[in-house]
């Protein structure tokens, strides 16, 4: 989810803490476990700040490592050791807990995004995605804000938590069952699919489709459970020539690899270079698709410049770390 989306819900937790007797009974454990809450909501994405570095560190490594199992077991330990200290007098026991609640559901509402996480290293790689709710749901971001105003107005903020919960639970429930109706919908449309990637975006009742099937690729969009193609790509395996093989040595095309699914490629040869791009066909805005990766190579295939990240217009990517014009 987004970075205010986690906020609202570190407060929410810790509204939801005030029905812990423990906490509701101290008030050096209660203002510790609201502040442990915030920053635990937080903490996963730390790795946010890699993106500082460049677009292949963060492509590579954001919702990795910071969001897997070690990770979510040591974040809480990290948080204690510098709140506790501050209020030496709060429940040590009560406080990890609700610091490991804190982090463990920034894991667990991440999964849900179409990005996803790798939520089970180190026992897999595998990025965990289940296409269900958009990383920005204005809903989600609504219901908590009802929440917390409520709260500010005087509601007891636990049971007023439990409440938004509640319908939450509901939603997402709701958003499953309406993404297994595009799926089946997709499904009667491409028979023949292997692979069906279903992504949401903001619009409630539209999601976007990225289809394979041995041949081709398929993408389109639905509202709700009525599917349109928009663009039909032949899929074309990626042949191992000497061009394609010394452009897959670069970072940037490297990052793009581990984290794009599905991607068509494209190479042009001009009088004293080689172009390779590589295009994610999950991400069509308004006929173009913006997330790339793009390498130029010199005729003796040494690597001259490279980019990979959202790119909305050509004059842009061509600005981007000195690449040459097309």
């Given at each position: 989810?987004?970075?205010?989306?986690?906020?609202?819900?570190?407060?929410?937790?810790?509204?939801?803490?005030?029905?812990?007797?423990?906490?509701?009974?101290?008030?050096?454990?209660?203002?510790?476990?609201?502040?442990?809450?915030?920053?635990?909501?937080?903490?996963?994405?730390?790795?946010?700040?890699?993106?500082?570095?460049?677009?292949?560190?963060?492509?590579?490594?954001?919702?990795?490592?910071?969001?897997?199992?070690?990770?979510?077991?040591?974040?809480?330990?990290?948080?204690?050791?510098?709140?506790?200290?501050?209020?030496?007098?709060?429940?040590?026991?009560?406080?990890?807990?609700?610091?490991?609640?804190?982090?463990?559901?920034?894991?667990?509402?991440?999964?849900?995004?179409?990005?996803?996480?790798?939520?089970?290293?180190?026992?897999?790689?595998?990025?965990?995605?289940?296409?269900?709710i958009n990383t920005?749901?204005?809903?989600?971001?609504?219901?908590?804000?009802?929440?917390?105003?409520?709260?500010?107005?005087?509601?007891?903020?636990?049971?007023?938590?439990?409440?938004?919960?509640?319908?939450?639970?509901?939603?997402?429930?709701?958003?499953?069952?309406?993404?297994?109706?595009?799926?089946?919908?997709?499904?009667?449309?491409?028979?023949?699919?292997?692979?069906?990637?279903?992504?949401?975006?903001?619009?409630?009742?539209?999601?976007?489709?990225?289809?394979?099937?041995?041949?081709?690729?398929?993408?389109?969009?639905?509202?709700?459970?009525?599917?349109?193609?928009?663009?039909?790509?032949?899929?074309?395996?990626?042949?191992?020539?000497?061009?394609l093989e010394a452009?897959?040595?670069?970072?940037?095309?490297?990052?793009?690899?581990?984290?794009?699914?599905?991607?068509?490629?494209?190479?042009?040869?001009?009088?004293?270079?080689?172009?390779?791009?590589?295009i994610d066909l999950?991400?069509?805005?308004?006929?173009?698709?913006?997330?790339?990766?793009?390498?130029?190579?010199?005729?003796?295939?040494?690597?001259?410049?490279?980019?990979?990240?959202?790119?909305?217009?050509?004059?842009?990517?061509?600005?981007?770390?000195?690449?040459?014009?097309?």
């Amino acid at each position: 989810m987004d970075t205010g989306t986690h906020v609202v819900m570190g407060l929410a937790l810790g509204g939801l803490a005030t029905l812990d007797p423990v906490v509701a009974s101290s008030s050096a454990t209660a203002t510790s476990v609201m502040i442990a809450t915030l920053v635990g909501s937080q903490a996963p994405d730390i790795d946010t700040v890699l993106k500082l570095r460049n677009n292949a560190v963060y492509i590579r490594n954001h919702r990795g490592i910071t969001h897997s199992i070690p990770a979510v077991l040591l974040w809480p330990l990290a948080i204690i050791a510098v709140i506790y200290p501050i209020f030496p007098d709060a429940n040590l026991l009560h406080l990890w807990l609700w610091t490991f609640l804190a982090v463990f559901f920034h894991v667990f509402v991440d999964i849900f995004n179409a990005y996803g996480t790798q939520a089970l290293r180190p026992f897999s790689s595998k990025w965990v995605a289940l296409g269900i709710i958009n990383t920005f749901d204005p809903f989600i971001f609504a219901m908590h804000i009802v929440g917390i105003l409520a709260w500010v107005f005087g509601a007891h903020p636990g049971y007023t938590f439990i409440g938004v919960y509640a319908v939450l639970v509901a939603y997402y429930i709701f958003r499953f069952i309406t993404q297994r109706k595009v799926y089946h919908a997709v499904k009667k449309l491409v028979p023949d699919a292997t692979d069906i990637i279903i992504a949401p975006t903001m619009k409630f009742h539209q999601w976007r489709i990225a289809v394979m099937n041995k041949n081709q690729f398929f993408v389109g969009r639905a509202h709700d459970n009525k599917v349109r193609i928009l663009d039909q790509f032949k899929r074309v395996a990626v042949p191992e020539t000497p061009v394609l093989e010394a452009a897959k040595l670069d970072k940037n095309l490297s990052a793009f690899l581990s984290f794009s699914p599905v991607y068509r490629w494209e190479v042009d040869e001009y009088d004293t270079y080689y172009e390779v791009r590589f295009i994610d066909l999950r991400y069509r805005s308004n006929g173009h698709y913006p997330f790339v990766a793009i390498v130029q190579l010199d005729l003796e295939l040494n690597i001259l410049s490279s980019y990979t990240g959202w790119i909305f217009s050509e004059e842009k990517l061509r600005k981007k770390l000195d690449i040459i014009p097309g």
